[in-house]
């Protein structure tokens, strides 16, 4: 089974600060099955990032991913208001078929 | 628009049985993979089943063997068939559809869950 461990677990940060978020595989997972997403509270999910580093549609250039392998990164280059939330990496293995990570939490310092 | 709603949840005794329902619109259901995702109280995500396009399943560990997944394309509907729940099966389910799971495409549409509660 493939783990996913994200780090940090909270990031503290002010709007217009660059956020960077690790998201770490305990095997090597293909770039093409390496997913992000925003989730803010109360809501569901929403995708960010397919494939590690493909934008989903209506997603602010602001947002990138990276990373191959067994490392992987979100980054928000400029943090918004609306950007404050929980974000979770997901990745497509054998068994289980899929899992997410942990969670990053971004809240305003 | 492109929506989902899941209905279904409550409040079950610990052995009891549940099915969740998730009614799709705005777009061709049978065209998507479907999961079903869900998220204990102040947890993270956890994926609970997915069903292809032809009707193949898969679930991790965790609900094999207690839980079925299944569609129903003629109505636009996804179901999750929930059978010996537990108290650790307590948690908002949500469902979601994936234009091609097999090439990693993400979870682009989510409902608003439903909240199971397993309880005595």
């Known amino acids: 089974e493939i783990v996913l461990t994200q780090s940090p677990g909270t990031l503290s940060l002010s709007p217009g600060e660059r956020a960077t978020l690790s998201c770490r595989a305990s095997?090597?997972?293909?770039?093409?099955?390496l997913a992000w997403y925003q989730q803010k509270p109360g809501q569901a999910p929403r995708l960010l990032i397919y494939?590690?580093?493909s934008r989903a549609t209506g997603i602010p250039d602001r947002f990138s991913g990276s990373g191959s392998g067994t490392d992987f990164t979100l980054t928000i280059s400029r943090l918004e208001p609306e950007d404050f939330a929980v974000y979770y990496c997901?990745?497509?293995?054998?068994?289980?078929?899929?899992?997410f990570g942990g969670g990053t939490k971004v809240e305003i310092k | 628009e492109v929506q989902l709603v899941e209905s279904g949840g409550g409040l079950v005794q610990p052995g009891g049985s549940l099915r969740l329902s998730c009614a799709a619109s705005?777009?061709?259901?049978?065209?998507?993979?479907m999961h079903w995702v869900r998220q204990a109280t102040g947890k993270g995500l956890e994926w609970v089943s997915a069903?292809?396009?032809?009707?193949?399943?898969y679930y991790p560990g965790s609900v094999k063997g207690r839980f079925t997944i299944s569609r129903e394309n003629a109505k636009n509907s996804l179901y999750l068939q929930m059978n010996s729940l537990r108290a650790g099966d307590t948690a908002v389910y949500y469902c979601?559809?994936?234009?091609?799971?097999?090439?990693?495409?993400?979870?682009?549409?989510w409902g608003q869950g439903t909240t199971v509660t397993v309880s005595s």
């Open positions: 705005g777009f061709t259901f049978s065209s998507y993979d």
């Open positions: 979601a559809r994936e234009e091609l799971w097999a090439k990693g495409s993400g979870m682009d549409v």
């Open positions: 494939g590690a580093s």
């Open positions: 997901q990745q497509y293995g054998s068994s289980p078929r899929l899992t």
């Open positions: 095997q090597s997972v293909s770039s093409s099955y």
């Open positions: 069903i292809g396009t032809a009707g193949d399943t």
